[in-house]
């Protein structure tokens, strides 16, 4: 009885992630490592970010296909990203083994704190003047995607924390553009986080298939949502959202108890 309550919570908490993260490009690990941290503990984090990444699998996959349809998806940039977001995922996997729960909590809190800084304080219209056909821009962002497929693996949050506020600022991309390029990325990492997860014994597998179902049924809403919301309107949720999981993650990997 208590697990099929545990795998009705996990398939709601999927649903709300799969929701968000498909509108929002963040792929719903910002939902599911905190909030399953909050149920299972911080000392489960490990597991929980596994569980986080094969969801996102699925959001990425199925997001992808509608952002592509609705003719949201740069396909160059999301190729062009591809191999260092690749990269960044196989050292993510490799770190993780090292770090404690605590230490990655509080990594989670900054990484998002981070991707809020850069849009809270982002000023003018959805295009920048710096064009992306610059080879400085090109390995500014090319970087930047190694440390999106690092978070990924090591945090369990598909990377978009990172992504969609470089897309933003260094490739010029509008925020809806920016947000289906930053899902199309996520499923390279997460596969590799997964595979790391199966070897190492890591995976909670009815949690994990829960989660999986509800990211799929909120993925699959997601885009259509995005399409029709002002730019202005997926910043604000994106901040407000963003910013109440940080400052949790980093209280609770610091030992403080917060609700």
């Known amino acids: 009885m208590l697990l099929m309550i545990e795998e009705l919570i996990a398939l709601a908490i999927g649903i709300v992630a799969g929701l968000l993260g498909s509108m929002l490009g963040l792929g719903g690990g910002f939902v599911i490592v905190p909030m399953l941290t909050f149920i299972y503990g911080v000392d489960s984090i490990k597991y929980i970010i596994f569980v986080s990444l094969s969801s996102i699998?699925?959001?990425?996959?199925?997001?992808?296909?509608?952002?592509?349809?609705?003719?949201?998806?740069?396909?160059?940039?999301?190729?062009?990203?591809?191999?260092?977001?690749i990269s960044g995922a196989?050292?993510?996997?490799?770190?993780?083994?090292?770090?404690?729960?605590?230490?990655?909590?509080?990594?989670?809190?900054?990484?998002?704190?981070?991707?809020?800084?850069?849009?809270?304080?982002?000023?003018?219209?959805?295009?920048?003047?710096?064009?992306?056909?610059?080879?400085?821009?090109?390995?500014?962002?090319?970087?930047?995607?190694?440390?999106?497929?690092?978070?990924?693996n090591l945090l369990g949050i598909g990377g978009g924390l990172v992504y969609v506020p470089a897309l933003i600022f260094i490739a010029g991309q509008p925020i809806k553009e920016a947000i289906a390029v930053s899902v199309s990325l996520m499923s390279y990492s997460a596969i590799i986080g997964v595979t790391n997860g199966y070897v190492n014994n890591l995976l909670m597998s009815s949690i994990a298939s829960s989660t999986a179902l509800g990211v799929a049924i909120g993925a699959y809403l997601g885009p259509s949502i995005t399409s029709k919301l002002r730019?202005?309107?997926?910043?604000?949720?994106?901040?407000?959202?963003?910013?109440?999981?940080s400052l949790?993650?980093?209280?609770k990997g610091l030992g403080l108890h917060v609700p």
């Open 57 to 85: 699998i699925l959001t990425s996959l199925m997001s992808t296909v509608r952002y592509y349809r609705l003719g949201l998806l740069r396909e160059d940039l999301s190729a062009i990203l591809s191999v260092p977001t």
């Open 231 to 245: 730019s202005k309107t997926l910043k604000t949720i994106f901040i407000a959202i963003a910013m109440y999981l």
């Open 248 to 251: 949790r993650m980093i209280l």
């Open 90 to 152: 196989l050292l993510g996997s490799l770190t993780i083994r090292i770090l404690k729960p605590t230490m990655i909590s509080i990594i989670f809190g900054i990484i998002t704190l981070f991707a809020l800084i850069t849009l809270i304080f982002r000023k003018g219209s959805e295009s920048l003047s710096i064009s992306f056909n610059g080879y400085v821009s090109r390995f500014a962002l090319g970087l930047i995607a190694v440390a999106a497929g690092f978070a990924s």
